[in-house]
């Protein structure tokens, strides 16, 4: 075998997960190279164990995955924790992240006595759709990096807070010095 058919041959399953490397479910995308989150292009920061809970469950759509293979896979052979609670604390977590309940789940079901279920829909995203805001990752790095003119000049909203905040403190200070002026020149007066 050459060395070209050898390069032929490990690309191809390099690209084959690749193509399985975005998992997507309602608004959310799951980088699962990068081990990272997105709600509609923009990350959302899990924990470990709880980023673990999601691609368990994830691996799995719409089967138990009972609170024994969450534990094992969460917490290695030997490990001395408070298992139950710590297997409710991380889908706890997990349900806050994806914004859900256990009352109504959207995502993330409990099965009584048994474990939990991912109920929603799951696909395989392709790399250029695999933001569901329209941008591609390229588009986001160049918005991140202040490439565009319009990304240069747009404000997240806290900052456009902020703004009005420091601009009201100017008008306050400069309101003051223009009482306290013509306090001083009409007191200065009337002497």
């Known amino acids: 075998m050459t060395s070209m058919?050898?390069?032929a041959a490990r690309a191809i399953p390099e690209a084959k997960a690749d193509a399985r490397r975005y998992l997507g479910f309602g608004s959310f995308t799951v980088?699962?190279?990068?081990?990272?989150?997105f709600k509609d292009g923009a990350r959302v920061k899990l924990p470990g164990k709880v980023y673990q809970t999601l691609v368990a469950l994830l691996d799995r759509p719409g089967e138990v995955v009972s609170r024994e293979d969450l534990r094992s896979r969460l917490w290695p052979e030997g490990t001395h924790v408070n298992y139950d609670a710590n297997v409710n604390t991380t889908v706890n977590k997990l349900r806050l992240a994806l914004g859900d309940s256990p009352e109504k789940?959207?995502?993330?079901?409990?099965?009584?006595?048994?474990?939990?279920?991912?109920?929603?829909?799951?696909?395989?995203?392709?790399?250029?759709?695999?933001?569901r805001n329209g941008k591609s990752k390229a588009e986001i790095a160049g918005r991140d990096?202040?490439?565009?003119?319009?990304?240069s000049f747009?404000?997240?909203e806290s900052l456009r807070v902020s703004n009005w905040f420091v601009a009201g403190i100017v008008a306050l200070v400069l309101a003051g010095m223009l009482f306290?002026?013509?306090?001083?020149?009409?007191?200065?007066?009337?002497?």
């Not at 959207?106 to 933001?131: D, K, L, M, N």
């Open 145 to 151: 990096a202040g490439a565009g003119a319009e990304a």
């Open 180 to 191: 306290g002026a013509t306090t001083v020149i009409y007191l200065h007066r009337s002497i």
């Open 5 to 7: 058919q050898s390069l």
């Open 31 to 37: 980088d699962l190279k990068r081990e990272e989150l």
């Open 105 to 131: 789940p959207i995502y993330v079901e409990t099965i009584p006595r048994q474990g939990y279920s991912f109920v929603g829909a799951v696909s395989i995203v392709s790399p250029g759709a695999a933001f």
């Open 154 to 156: 747009a404000q997240p």
